[in-house]
């Protein structure tokens, strides 16, 4: 799978729009964008993922660039509870029992400021 | 629906005694995940199981770790005997079979080995 780079931290103002970027120059044709948190004292949390076009959920937006070197996981309006490290993953869409191997990095603390 | 629960939250123990730890996945969920972070370290994937077998285990640090899964619901993993640098946060996690979904965390087991 191929390697993610994520600044080490971010600061964003409560309400404002939370823009976290990821590079995955190595990204291959058939492997997929994730994007975990892990809020405090938790376990992480699956926010979103995509191939190549942009994905939307009620958590988060995901901006796939055309070359697919990179992305935006786009907080709308970050809250205080959005307090957490980010991880961006990429890795292969596997079917049936294959073992779905995550490979965390340090990922981006992001942190939300009254 | 229930989340991935694990049991206990903390756990500390000595060098030299043995500890089990529980995972109970989302009901239905065939792949169940062990991964962890121990001091200062990242997330890393210990083992996985597609119901009550051994998918892969590749991530299992040595033979003081066993991993069981009865009847492909609940899952253990014991570790006899403890030392120092076992201590850190053990995840379980789980997801559906078939098509390669998102992975569900629990919030951990921290274990203490002094």
């Known amino acids: 799978d191929a390697k993610t780079t994520q600044p080490p931290s971010m600061d964003c103002a409560e309400g404002r729009a939370a823009n976290l970027p990821c590079n995955h120059s190595t990204i291959s044709g058939n492997e997929y964008v994730y994007w975990y948190r892990q809020i405090h004292s938790q376990g992480p949390q699956y926010i979103i993922h995509g191939l190549k076009n942009n994905e939307t959920n009620e958590m988060a937006s995901l901006i796939i660039t055309e070359d697919r070197k990179s992305s935006t996981l786009i907080l709308p309006h970050a809250t205080l509870r959005d307090t957490a490290v980010y991880y961006c993953i990429v890795s292969r869409l596997y079917y049936g029992g294959a073992t779905n191997k995550l490979i965390f990095g340090t990922g981006t603390l992001l942190a939300v400021q009254p | 629906e229930a989340g991935v629960t694990q049991f206990p939250s903390h756990s500390v123990i000595e060098k030299g005694q043995t500890v089990t730890l529980r995972c109970d996945p989302i009901?239905?969920?065939?792949?169940l995940y062990w991964y962890r972070r121990v001091m200062g370290k990242e997330i890393k994937f210990l083992l996985h199981f597609v119901k009550e077998s051994k998918q892969d285990e590749s991530g299992m640090p040595n033979n003081r770790f066993l991993a069981e899964r009865t009847g492909g619901t609940y899952s253990t993993l014991k570790v006899q005997p403890a030392e120092l640098e076992d201590s850190g946060v053990y995840f379980c996690?789980?997801?559906?079979?078939?098509?390669?979904?998102?992975?569900?965390f629990g919030n951990g087991t921290r274990l203490t080995v002094t």
């Open positions: 009901s239905g969920h065939d792949n």
């Open positions: 996690a789980s997801s559906q079979g078939g098509l390669r979904g998102p992975l569900h």
